[in-house]
Nanobody, 122 residues
């Protein structure tokens, strides 16, 4: 059974940084999504199962970096220059697609973490 354990959320002022971590029980294509109150869950970033190719939502491109440590089966989301509109619950997700391309849509992910709250104050 796939297990995903997230950590690293919290409260930060606008312009600050946070790093989220997600420890998985195996190696998968990984992604981060977020969901703000009253909004749909949206894609933030993804990293491929093989080769490390990444993808980002336009809203975070240039401010966010997704990376993975294959030895630890852990994926990270480094978020810089945070804005109040980045406030959301952030979810780690695992996809069984064994590809060199990152997955970008919710339907491509099979397993989800419990979520971690990120709050950015103005």
């Amino acid at each position: 059974q796939v297990q995903l354990v997230e950590s690293g959320g919290g409260l930060v002022q606008a312009g600050g940084s946070l790093r989220l971590s997600c420890a998985a029980s195996g190696r998968y294509a990984m992604g981060w999504f977020r969901q703000a109150p009253g909004k749909e869950r949206e894609f933030v970033a993804g990293v491929a199962w093989l080769g490390g190719s990444t993808a980002y939502a336009d809203s975070v491109k240039g401010r966010v970096t997704i990376s993975r440590d294959n030895a630890k089966n852990t994926v990270y989301l480094q978020m810089n220059s945070l804005k109040p509109e980045d406030t959301a619950v952030y979810y780690c997700a695992a996809s069984m697609f064994q590809s060199r391309l990152p997955r970008r849509t919710r339907g491509e992910y099979d397993h989800w973490g419990q979520g971690t709250q990120v709050t950015v104050s103005s």
